[in-house]
Each structure stands twice: as structure tokens, then as C-alpha cells.
């Protein structure tokens, strides 16, 4: 701590860990559906989501700390603070990969907290929750609901927006600001993903058909 403010270097390494464990959180997601372990391959790949949010969350804190100057402590306690919430993590993935505006049925459960609910549900068994209250006369939730195409979806649509992003950032074409998640996102990282995850959506094939071209 530099007069009770947080160490910009512990924020860039925490930033570049988190980004690893999102990345072997979507790899170990990928496992479980090949196993077919549908209900964790989705709850694990919508951590993989949060942990991806958490990344952008620190790198664009550290960032603006080193050039914008620093907050005052409440300011930044109250920044850091995000990281612990799930949904600010998830629309923050959105943000940096799919846009401000939510254009997609993926982005927008992601900024209107849809996609959280539907993690309880992929390891919960209970009754549903309204405005913070159990409806008791509701349908039990059942986890084993997660069907195989649900999860195969998941897993593409994270897997898309992962290779496109790691193509852009090794094309100059979209970047990160630490020089550890530089490293990460290579050409290394794209090639296995498309290795370990063959399936990829129409438009993002089309996509990374440009940017290779580049």
C-alpha cells in the first residue's frame, strides 16, 4: 500500500490471473462437456465469464490509475469492490467483447442479469426466488434441465468472442493495456482454443476470415 492505496503492481498480476483462470475455467468447461457433464460444463463456463469480466475490471483500473492519476482510498475500495460482484463482472465482459449497447440475445442476459439466474439454477436444486422472497408454490428447480445443446451453446458463444478477441489483439486490431495479457492472448492461445473447441458460429468465422487476412 502507497499511502493506504493499493499496489498497482498486486492489481496487474491479479489482472493477468484472473485472465489465466477464466481461460482454464472455459478449457476445463470444454472437458466436462466432452464427458458429458452438461449442468458444470455451463455453471463452469459462465465462471469463466466472471473471471474474463474480473480482467478487464483490474486492467482498466490499473490502467487510468497510471495515467489519470489515483482516487481517493473510498473511491478505489469501492472500485476494487466490483470484483466481487457477479454481475458487474459479467456485464463488464460484455462491455469489452460484444459492446456498450447489448446487440445479441448473449449480451443482453448478460447486462440484464439473466445469465446469473440461469448459473444458480446449473448447480441448485430449490425453489425459484422473486424480489428476494422464495415462492414456495413454484416448480423445484432441477440443475439436470441444462441439456446438452444449452451447454453447447455456452461454451460456443464464450469460445467465439474469446478467438476473435485473441486474433484481434495479436492483429493490432484490439488490445489490452498490460504486457502480460499481451503475452496471453497469442496466436499459441488462438490456435489451441480452435483445436479444443471446433465449433464456431457463421458470423465469427467470418470475422476471424478478415482478421487473418490482415
Not at 8 to 15: P, Q, R, S, V
Not at 98 to 111: I, Y
Request: a positive charge.
Amino acid at each position: 500500500m502507497t499511502n493506504g492505496l493499493v499496489n498497482l503492481k498486486k492489481i496487474e498480476k491479479m489482472a493477468c490471473l484472473a485472465l489465466k483462470n477464466g481461460l482454464r475455467l472455459h478449457t476445463d468447461s470444454i472437458v466436462l462437456f466432452n464427458n458429458k457433464r452438461f449442468p458444470s460444463a455451463y455453471f463452469l463456463s459462465i465462471l469463466a465469464i466472471e473471471e474474463i469480466g474480473k480482467f478487464f475490471l483490474l486492467e482498466d483500473f490499473w490502467w487510468h490509475s497510471k495515467i489519470d492519476g489515483r482516487m481517493e482510498k473510498k473511491w478505489e475500495e469501492k472500485f476494487i469492490g466490483l470484483i466481487y460482484l457477479h454481475r458487474a463482472k459479467q456485464i463488464n465482459f460484455a462491455y469489452n467483447l460484444d459492446g456498450p449497447l447489448p446487440q445479441n440475445k448473449f449480451a443482453k442476459q448478460l447486462f440484464n442479469g439473466n445469465l446469473e439466474k440461469t448459473k444458480q439454477n446449473a448447480v441448485y436444486v430449490g425453489f425459484s426466488r422473486y424480489r428476494g422472497k422464495i415462492n414456495l408454490k413454484g416448480k423445484i428447480n432441477n440443475p439436470f434441465n441444462i441439456t446438452k445443446f444449452k451447454a453447447e451453446k455456452q461454451i460456443m458463444d464464450l469460445n467465439d468472442r474469446i478467438i476473435e478477441f485473441t486474433l484481434g489483439v495479436t492483429k493490432s486490431v484490439y488490445s489490452v493495456e498490460t504486457e502480460c495479457g499481451q503475452k496471453i492472448l497469442n496466436k499459441r492461445l488462438f490456435i489451441r482454443l480452435r483445436k479444443e473447441w471446433p465449433k464456431i458460429s457463421p458470423m465469427v468465422k467470418r470475422k476471424l476470415n478478415k482478421l487473418e487476412n490482415i
